[in-house]
């Protein structure tokens, strides 16, 4: 009789974002341990970006499974789920009455990111170590490349290293293209004590205005933050020999020289915002992007289907992925079917999403762009639909930053 037990999944995760932390998170809840490659040095390294309104169906659900809706509530924001359009002139076109009464609670992304850190046990992630390139052993297994050297064997590597993932190019040949929009970000902070005026304009979630084919949009996040995006349909080389974002200052002033003629309240937002500058490029892989399964390898969140951020479903895909991923290689007693069947739901799953922020992305900043935003907000607000796009759920606002 062969009484040796097989020997554990050697599983490795590239990447410690909202997809990979959240696969760690419900690997380990399902009693499966996983190591997390992640390239920043520490969980603070960076402000990890805008906030995030979590879906019932997907960002929820997977909370859920992960056991940590609880936790969520505590950092969750119902209150900050408002919308506001206005015009250049900084005239209100439409707002909807009750911020807080909406379903899908925003939460800041560096909070979201420790309280699944405070959920995994602390030698789960190995900070600072940025994966150079995936190595196919004689074995059949993998090894991960980094400056300090391989590490391995693998049987499982997950990339949930985002858009540029070093993972994908094992499986996919394609890369993100540029959809044709440049963000460029900025951040306003004390803005309820020290704008005032800002802080109403933009009011409890998020404000748009969009004329001459530019838009902003305005988010408010925790601790009276405010994250703005200045959004340009331009070539991709267009925000680079523009802007220069060593210098601040010269970032405010390129950005009042675009915004010229819009209210002087709106460009407040530019004026009063701190120094951290960021320039954005719009990418996403082409909708119902998949590949032939290659045993040992796979990827969830945007390094599998990357999309325009018009739609707000990227970090709700990336953790249902995760908790897909996990359950399946619970219950399967073959973890190769396992990652074989969590690819082909995932195809078909996210396709409605690509779709919605494909359309998001291609509608923004047209010459009628504020009107149909107008119509969109209307038609959303009395519950009936204007467009076909398949991936808005009831109670969102497709083509708009969610
Ligand atoms: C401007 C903007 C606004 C957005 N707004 C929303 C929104 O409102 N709602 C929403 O749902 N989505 C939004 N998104 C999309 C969302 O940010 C992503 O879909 C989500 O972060 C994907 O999570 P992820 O874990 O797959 O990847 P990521 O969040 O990109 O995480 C990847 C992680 O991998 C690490 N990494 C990368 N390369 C390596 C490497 N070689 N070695 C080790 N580690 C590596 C990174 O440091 C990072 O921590 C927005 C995106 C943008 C650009």
Not at 60 to 88: S, V, W
Not at 284 to 298: E, F, I
Not at 342 to 352: D, H, N, Q, T
Request: charged share 20%.
């Amino acid at each position: 009789m062969n009484t040796q037990l097989p020997s554990p999944l050697r599983l490795a995760i590239v990447g410690g974002g909202p997809g990979g932390l959240t696969l760690a998170r419900t690997l380990h809840l399902h009693g499966i341990a996983a190591t997390v490659f992640e390239q920043e040095s520490h969980a603070l390294e960076r402000p990890q970006g805008g906030t995030l309104d979590l879906h019932e169906e997907s960002g929820l659900l997977a909370l859920r499974q992960a056991g940590l809706l609880e936790a969520f509530q505590a950092i969750a924001r119902y209150d900050d789920q408002g919308t506001r359009l206005l015009d250049k002139a900084g005239n209100v076109l439409f707002e909807d009455q009750d911020a807080a009464s909406g379903d899908r609670p925003e939460v800041d992304r560096t909070e979201l990111r420790a309280m699944l850190l405070k959920a995994l046990p602390a030698t789960c992630v190995r900070w600072g170590c940025t994966m150079r390139e995936v190595r196919a052993r004689h074995d059949g297994r993998w090894d991960l490349a980094f400056d300090h050297g391989n590490e391995g064997p693998f049987d499982l590597v997950v990339g949930a290293d985002g858009a540029w993932s070093k993972v994908r190019p094992l499986l996919s040949p394609y890369r993100p293209q540029y959809s044709g929009l440049t963000f460029v970000e900025c951040g306003i902070d004390d803005v309820d004590r020290s704008h005032p005026t800002l802080s109403q304009l933009v009011g409890r979630g998020k404000m748009s205005v969009e004329a001459d084919c530019k838009e902003i949009i305005a988010q408010r996040n925790g601790n009276a933050h405010i994250r703005a995006y200045a959004i340009f349909r331009v070539p991709a080389d267009w925000a680079a020999g523009r802007f220069d974002i060593a210098s601040p200052a010269s970032m405010r002033t390129e950005l009042l020289k675009e915004f010229d003629g819009f209210a002087p309240e709106i460009l407040d937002l530019f004026r009063v915002s701190n120094d951290s500058f960021a320039i954005r490029l719009i990418c996403a892989l082409p909708v119902g992007h998949c590949w032939a399964g290659r045993r040992g390898l796979t990827l969830l969140g945007d390094a599998a289907h990357v999309m325009s951020p018009f739609g707000g479903d990227g970090v709700n895909n990336a953790m249902f992925d995760a908790v897909e991923l996990a359950r399946l290689l619970a219950e399967r007693a073959d973890w190769n079917e396992a990652v074989a069947e969590y690819e082909s739901l995932m195809f078909a799953r996210v396709v409605e999403s690509a779709e919605g922020a494909a359309e998001g992305a291609a509608t923004q900043l047209s010459h009628i762009g504020q009107e149909l935003a107008l119509e969109m907000y209307r038609s959303h607000a009395s519950g009936t639909s204007l467009l076909p796009a398949p991936s808005t759920a009831p109670g969102s606002v497709p083509v708009t930053l969610q």
